[in-house]
């Protein structure tokens, strides 16, 4: 099983969304024998909370199913995880010192992005839906790339 994490400040907004996207698109490709994800926070403010009500009314718009209970993200899923995908630079600075080296599988979400490579999820907390929709969109077109990425790197 290749294991994926996606990786946020809250576990709430960005990263559970994407984990919900990802794993349906993996689900369609009728490969979720083959690859699993997951999602954490770098903080532990959302520990075993639901996703905010606006990713799942974004999710649920496209009609992308999504439950998640919030965790945060430790050393140990170093080891767990083939990939761990951060959505912004300072998730990935938090998750290389939370691991104390550089896991070969860490990238920024937004390598993936077709439309804005290596550009930042934002975080849409403190914004209304519209910045959600964005998020759904950008995350979207990651996922397709990253999923792409992943069957052929591994012959799936
Ligand atoms: P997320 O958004 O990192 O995309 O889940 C946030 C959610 C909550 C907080 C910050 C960002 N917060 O400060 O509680």
Known sequence: MIKIIFVC??????????????????????????????????????????????????????????????????????????????MDQSNHRNIIHELGYKHEGLFLMRDFDPDGKGEEVPDPYYGGADGFENVYQMLDRSCDELLEYIVKEHNL
């Open 9 to 86: 400040l809250g576990n709430i907004c960005r990263s559970p969304l994407a984990e919900a996207i990802f794993q349906h698109k993996v689900n369609q490709k009728g490969l979720q024998d083959k690859i699993s994800s997951d999602s954490a926070g770098t903080a532990n403010y959302h520990v075993g909370d639901d996703p905010d009500t606006r990713s799942i009314a974004v999710a649920v718009k496209h009609d992308v199913p999504i439950q998640h209970k919030g965790q945060q993200f430790h050393h140990t899923h170093g080891e767990e995880f083939d990939y761990i995908m951060a």
